[in-house]
């Protein structure tokens, strides 16, 4: 199965896993996977037009049960052989950096509102939720104190990120389909990002954190109610 084909099939999974989850197991459809995983909705802004901010990230509401999630939450998913974790040291390539993943994440959420909250999975492994340290805390505040047997936390300022790397192509030759120059060939094309503030992050196992979100519509009501103070990326706010 090919990156793009792993990559929408892991997410078509992850929006029928959100949607059993927050319906308490009688619905696997309030989720759905964006058009093109939320490149769309950026598209469109680049052009100055706009969607409807849930269309940000690479999951959206497709029943009206599936919007108060939506509306607080904005989702990346990332499904590969391997993620680089050493990439939050790295800010140049963005190939499966956690860094660059992270950046896309905040990007989406910047954008629309809402705060970051990205899934990875590698092969033959778990897969992971991160989101920003405060929004465990304020779960907490709440009465959801989430425990788990391990974690990792990862923090970096507020810097430049690059989110995406396109090589040049080489000379097109007759009758051959044009090929991307090797890297180190040519000058990439550099898509860039800043946060908009310090990152500090924990991804913690998916499914330990459902487990504990015992009432999950309480969840979505609570932090409906409290979104205010949630950690939505704010410039020139510091975390």
Not at 77 to 103: C, N, Q
Not at 176 to 194: F, I, M, Q, W
Request: net charge positive; with cysteine; glycine share 8%.
């Amino acid at each position: 199965m090919g990156g793009s084909s792993k990559g929408s099939s892991y997410e078509r999974d992850l929006a029928r896993r959100f949607s059993l989850h927050f319906s308490g197991g009688e619905a696997d459809d309030w989720f759905w996977r964006t058009s093109g995983s939320g490149s769309r909705a950026t598209n469109l802004a680049a052009a100055g037009k706009n969607l409807t901010h849930l269309q940000n990230g690479d999951m959206a509401p497709i029943r009206p049960e599936g919007v108060p999630l939506c509306e607080i939450f904005s989702f990346e998913f990332k499904s590969y052989s391997g993620i680089d974790m050493h990439g939050v040291f790295h800010t140049v390539s963005p190939e499966r950096s956690l860094i660059s993943f992270w950046a896309k994440c905040v990007r989406d959420a910047e954008a629309s509102g809402r705060v970051p909250a990205m899934v990875t999975k590698v092969n033959r492994g778990v897969s992971i939720l991160w989101v920003p340290v405060r929004l465990l805390s304020l779960l907490s505040q709440y009465g959801w104190h989430i425990s788990c047997d391990r974690a990792l936390q990862f923090w970096f300022p507020a810097i430049e990120v690059v989110t995406k790397r396109t090589d040049p192509r080489r000379r097109k030759v007759k009758g051959k389909k044009v090929a991307k120059a090797k890297k180190g060939k040519g000058t990439p094309r550099l898509e860039k990002y800043t946060f908009p503030e310090p990152q500090h992050v924990v991804g913690i196992a998916l499914e330990t954190v459902l487990a504990q979100l015992t009432k999950p519509d309480k969840v979505v009501e609570a932090l409906t109610a409290n979104f205010s103070s949630l950690p939505v990326p704010q410039r020139g706010t510091v975390a």
